[in-house]
């Protein structure tokens, strides 16, 4: 076998650029082989890559035996390269197909295969995630994941356009970002540390120095949910604001959903009709329901939930069906928020947070953040939590930190909306949760 099986090949088209246009053309086409089939006369198979597929037709009288023999060869997602001309037949999966003058098997796959990335043999989701590299390719996934790809690279360019700065914070850290949440402790030379809960604390020094700040990056929780909707490593979008409160940085999270839903719908259509997702686009404004309204709507649907309490998965859902669509959840009791976020002026037992909600499912999270040191270090206090180990964090307050308000919206819940997903595991291309460490 040779070192490199490519040689000089290259590839000229992917399989969707190969139109009745080009017929006449050779072409140089790479993928996975589909199925193989022999009608006699002709042999042919379907060759896949990411943008679709293609059909290489080999005609018995029109082709060599060598190359015929290579063709039985051929086992399903096999990698190939195939070199051939260009040829409209209306027979074929959108008119047009390649005659091959070269095929040349780069990796020929093992047979059997775990699983059948077709899906004509269905298999449970933890078989999948088992060969997470072969569900990858099954039309399905395919479709979430690059709905996934539009959605982040339409909030990037959103963010840009209203002036933000995307930047890069450190997840290993030496203290907690918030109370009562789980830390993941990792050996840190000789001392211990933590993966990052959150960018919080870093992006809030960085409005003081950039206005506009967001990151897009892993968190760890180390909570032991086994939920179709938790997970312990997530990717976030974070942004903070300078010179900002909670109703701001809402204005701006709104704008974003409706940029990124809208964005989706119109360009990644083919994407959703193989998972057969009907995308509704959120009008705005959002509704606001405070915390006392969510308590009281679910006790009257018979949900009951004691007040100074969080909202259980089970009284999410309710919420989503009493309160249809994207909403806020606003007026949090203080006693449920982090320490660095600011309480009511007319009410210090409420907050200046928010949950963003969209029907059952919390998106986001966010809200006035606190930028006076000693209303901070009490808050700390109030927390059980020790002012001196956050004495880094501190110092930046004293360098007169501006006000400031953002939110951290979670992108593998944001994708599970967009694609109709049911399981937070299925838009996550590698997850991790208590059980699940590899692949």
């Known amino acids: ?98 005659f091959p003058s070269e095929i040349r098997v780069l990796n020929l796959a093992s047979v059997p295969l775990p699983l059948d990335p077709r899906g004509r043999v269905k298999a449970n989701l933890d078989t999948r995630l088992d ?156 509704r606001r329901v405070t915390y006392d309204e969510a308590i009281k709507k679910l006790e009257r649907a018979g949900v009951k939930v004691p007040w100074g309490e969080d909202l259980p998965t089970p009284a999410e859902k309710k919420l989503g069906e009493l309160v249809d669509g994207a909403y806020f959840v606003v007026d949090w009791p203080m006693i449920l928020k982090p320490f660095y976020t600011m309480p009511k002026k007319d009410n210090p037992k409420l907050s200046g947070a928010f949950d963003l909600m969209h029907k059952g499912l919390e998106l986001a999270s966010g809200g006035t953040r606190i930028h006076q040191e000693e209303l901070l270090v009490k808050q700390l206090k109030q927390k059980g939590l020790n002012p001196q180990s956050f004495e880094s964090h501190l110092q930046s307050f004293r360098a007169g930190l501006p006000p400031h308000a953002g939110f951290g919206l979670g992108l593998d819940r944001l994708t599970m909306v967009l694609t109709g997903a049911d399981n937070i595991r299925e838009v996550v291309l590698f997850p991790r949760d208590r059980r699940r460490l590899a692949p």
């Open 131 to 286: 060969a997470r590299a072969l569900d990858l390719r099954r039309s399905e996934s395919l479709a979430i994941f690059k709905i996934r790809h539009q959605a982040l690279q339409t909030a990037r360019n959103y963010l840009v356009s209203k002036g933000f700065i995307e930047v890069n914070t450190p997840k290993i850290v030496a203290t907690a970002t918030e109370s009562g949440a789980a830390l993941f402790p990792i050996s840190y030379f000789e001392r211990e540390a933590f993966l990052s809960q959150s960018p919080q604390l870093y992006k809030e020094v960085l409005t003081g120095c950039f206005g506009r700040v967001f990151e897009v990056g892993p968190i760890f929780r180390a909570e032991e949910h086994d939920t179709p909707r938790h997970l312990n490593e997530a990717i976030s979008i974070d942004i903070e604001v300078a010179y900002a409160a909670a109703e701001d940085v809402m204005k701006i999270l709104e704008d974003l959903i409706v940029e990124v839903f809208s964005d989706v719908k119109r360009k990644c259509a083919e994407e959703l009709k193989p998972l057969n997702h009907k995308l509704e686009v959120p009008k705005k404004p959002f």
């Open 1 to 98: 076998m040779k070192l490199d099986e490519l040689g000089n090949l290259r590839r000229t088209h992917l399989s969707t650029e190969v139109a009745s246009k080009l017929a006449g053309k050779e072409v140089v086409v790479m993928g996975r082989v589909g199925d193989v089939r022999d009608l006699g006369g002709i042999k042919f198979f379907i060759l896949s890559d990411i943008s679709g597929s293609i059909q290489v037709t080999a005609p018995k009288a029109k082709v060599g035996k060598k190359l015929l023999a290579k063709i039985d060869g051929l086992t399903q997602e096999s990698a190939v390269a195939v070199r051939g001309k260009v040829v409209a037949a209306k027979q074929a999966p959108r008119g047009v197909e390649v």
